[in-house]
């Protein structure tokens, strides 16, 4: 239970960092670089390597590598629907999710599995 | 276009939109190690690259957006998704940077020490998104350049209004 507090914190503090980052830069499109910055990344690998070591942590970020593709293909779809069909944000970025575990465990499924 | 540093938009902010931003990070980072712990460090690594913070990040956005043209009397509702879209399309350049970080941290971590790795990987995901989201200026100014010298006075017309329309939006 500690430890998972622990993760929730210092991922918290980490992601608010970057996105505070993000809230001080223009062009949007440059501050949302921001958004795919690697602060969950940062506080597992953290956490990871103290408690289990960099083997383990070295094959999360071999796994990371597929959920970064996933990503890119998510925050593709939602902006090309944001911007060309102008629909409402929370639905799209909500639903666009099924875009990110497609992707990541379609992608997981064949290549490392 | 110039990035530059705004302090104006933090003003926009309220205290409990940090605080979901906050709960948001916190959450994902809390499950990826609740994913790791069940179903091994391969499933767990997927949710180091999840898209945490973006849903919430361009919902805010969308609200500022439309409060900033609400407060002038105009509909806000385009502005904001629009905006909202190109904060996206900023996430999805950042996201190439984010498979070269995934990329050093797995090919680095075991023979070298942990915090050189973590700054190194992190300055290379700086310097990768960077690079693309400039690469992507340049492709755009050039299209732009060419349509400029190629066309008639209508097309460049239309060309200009359709880019200004889309460089408003990403002020």
Redesign the interface.
């Known amino acids: 239970m500690t ?3 622990v ?10 960092a ?3 980052l ?28 103290s408690k ?1 070591g ?19 293909f ?3 779809v ?6 060309r069909r ?5 639905p799209v ?2 639903f666009s ?1 099924a875009v ?1 575990f497609a992707c ?2 379609g992608c ?1 499924n064949a290549v ?1 599995r | ?1 110039k ?5 104006g ?2 003003g926009l ?1 309220r205290w409990y939109e ?1 605080v979901i ?10 499950l ?3 994913a ?1 712990q069940h179903y091994g ?15 919430a ?3 805010l ?2 609200r500022h957006e439309r409060e900033k043209k609400e407060r002038d009397g105009l509909d806000g ?2 502005r ?20 070269v ?3 050093i ?2 090919l680095k ?2 023979n070298s020490l ?1 915090s050189l790795v ?1 700054v190194g ?2 300055l290379a ?1 700086l310097a990768a ?2 690079m693309v ?1 400039e690469l ?1 200026e340049t492709l755009y100014r050039r299209i732009r350049a060419r349509l400029h010298a190629a066309s008639g006075h209508g097309l460049h017309a239309a060309a200009q209004r359709g880019s200004s329309t889309h460089r408003r ?3």
């Not at chain 1, 993760?7 to 608010?16: D, I, M, N």
């Not at chain 2, 990035?3 to 302090?7: C, E, L, N, Q, S």
């Not at chain 2, 931003?21 to 809390?30: D, P, Q, S």
Request: proline share 3%; charged share 10%; no cysteine.
């Open positions: 430890e998972i507090l993760r929730f914190v210092v991922g918290g503090v980490v992601v608010s970057f996105a505070l993000g809230d001080l830069l223009k062009p949007k499109s440059f501050a949302g670089l921001f958004g795919a910055a690697p602060s969950v990344a940062l506080a597992t690998l953290l956490l990871t390597v289990q960099k083997e383990y942590a070295s094959l999360e970020a071999r796994s990371m590598l597929i959920g970064a593709i996933a990503f890119f998510y925050a593709l939602v902006s090309r629907l944001l911007i102008k629909l409402p944000v929370l970025t909500g999710m990110w990541a465990f997981w490392l | 276009m990035v530059k540093f705004d302090t938009g933090l902010s940090y931003r906050f709960v948001f990070g916190g959450t994902i980072t809390a990826t190690g609740i790791a460090a391969e499933i767990g690594g997927l949710f180091m690259a999840f898209p945490a913070i973006l849903p990040a361009a919902t956005i969308d509702t385009q904001g998704r629009v905006t909202a879209g190109a904060d996206a399309a900023g996430a999805a350049m950042g996201s190439i940077g984010l498979m970080f995934g990329l941290v797995w971590l075991t942990l973590l990987a992190t995901w998104s960077v989201w992507r939006f990403d002020e």
